[in-house]
């Protein structure tokens, strides 16, 4: 059974950077595409990023195009989501996600996804 625990959230500054990390246990994260997911306060939970199982694919919202860049290193089981020039809208839970059923692609749409994480608090504020 594959398990996945976010970290690297926190309280940063509008124009800072923070790197989330997901670690995955129990089985090899190289066999799975990646997702990156937000809730903001009062919303409903949306795609930021994700990342293919093979070939390194990588799609971004439009809205986080620029600031944010998804990446992995299988060799550690963990992907990692380094979000720049953080604003207040930023400010939302993040939640990675994995998907056995994605080969060589990659989606922002949740369904595909079937093992997520507890997510981790990001905050942006002065």
């Known amino acids: 059974q594959l398990q996945l625990v976010e970290s690297g959230g926190g309280l940063v500054q509008p124009g800072g950077s923070l790197r989330l990390s997901c670690e995955a246990s129990?089985?090899?994260?190289?066999?799975?595409?990646i997702g990156w997911f937000r809730q903001a306060p009062g919303k409903e939970r949306e795609g930021v990023s994700c990342i293919s199982n093979i070939g390194g694919i990588t799609n971004y919202a439009d809205s986080w195009k620029g600031r944010f860049t998804i990446s992995r290193d299988n060799a550690k089981n963990t992907i990692y989501l380094q979000i720049n020039s953080q604003r207040p809208g930023d400010t939302a839970v993040y939640y990675c996600a994995a998907s056995r059923g994605l080969v060589g692609t990659c989606v922002l749409a949740q369904r595909p996804y079937g093992y997520w994480g507890q997510g981790t608090q990001v905050t942006v504020s002065a």
């Open positions: 129990g089985l090899p994260l190289a066999y799975y595409a």
